[in-house]
């Protein structure tokens, strides 16, 4: 099992859509977790990080974190085709463990 | 402007010719970490450094060496590259050892061996 799951997709959604995508994770020292965004070639951007368990929103993104069932989601409102890029869930443990573990990342695609 | 640099930032070798690739931050982070990047099977660690002289081993740290000998630099050393060694690599930092801070990424580094 890996330690941080995500489906490849490609998940497609229209334009002004929402389209939401999930992570789990199997290490329930997990403390910390990230989306990055990261187009083609690209080097992998931080979108958003949540530490406790419930939502965080940041402009048309939304983050949502339950540790119970050790699972993280992403949701983005009003979807643009700019947002068509590869999404990687990331954790990393708490204390001095420092480890960093990433998910393959879902491809999400925007149509106009 | 803060930044992660990495170099050469392409670089096409043959099997077993030593090479550096360089990474340097400007924002007196203490955690560095170098990844690469796979189809299917997405980033994975390959070390980190949480301070200077302070390394330790992530996923996949087998034919791979790193030294922290400035706060700045974290380079990493493939001392005899092989074809499975094919691929994007990047560097991160961030400030400070709390699991909660920030990772900035460097450009990447596509690495071909032959």
């Known amino acids: 099992q890996k330690e941080v799951e995500q489906n490849s997709g490609p998940l497609s959604v229209p334009e002004g859509a929402i389209a939401s995508l999930n992570c789990t994770y199997s290490?329930?020292?997990?403390?910390?977790f990230f989306w990055y965004r990261q187009y083609s070639g690209k080097s992998p951007e931080l979108i958003m990080s949540i530490y406790s368990n419930g939502d965080k929103e940041d402009g048309r993104f939304t983050a949502q974190l339950n540790k119970a069932s050790q699972y993280v989601s992403l949701l983005i409102r009003d979807s643009q085709p700019s947002d068509s890029a590869t999404y990687l869930c990331a954790s990393i443990r708490g204390g001095g463990y420092q480890k960093v573990t990433f998910g393959t990342g879902t491809k999400l695609q925007v149509i106009p | 402007e803060a930044q992660v640099t990495q170099n050469p930032r392409y670089l096409i070798t043959v099997t077993g010719k030593k090479l550096t690739v360089t990474c340097s931050q400007n924002?007196?982070?203490?955690?560095m970490s170098w990844y690469r990047q796979d189809p299917g099977l997405g980033l994975r660690q390959i070390y980190y450094?949480?301070?200077?002289?302070?390394?330790d081993k992530g996923d996949v740290p087998e034919g791979y060496k790193v030294s922290r000998k400035e706060k700045r630099n974290f380079p990493l050393i493939l001392e005899s590259p092989s074809p499975n060694q094919t691929s994007l690599y990047f560097c991160?930092?961030?400030?400070?050892?709390?699991?909660?801070?920030?990772?900035?990424f460097g450009p990447g580094t596509r690495l071909t061996v032959l």
């Open positions: 450094s949480m301070n200077v002289e302070v390394t």
């Open positions: 924002m007196n982070h203490e955690y």
């Open positions: 991160a930092s961030r400030g400070g050892t709390s699991s909660y801070n920030e990772q900035f």
């Open positions: 290490d329930r020292g997990s403390q910390s």
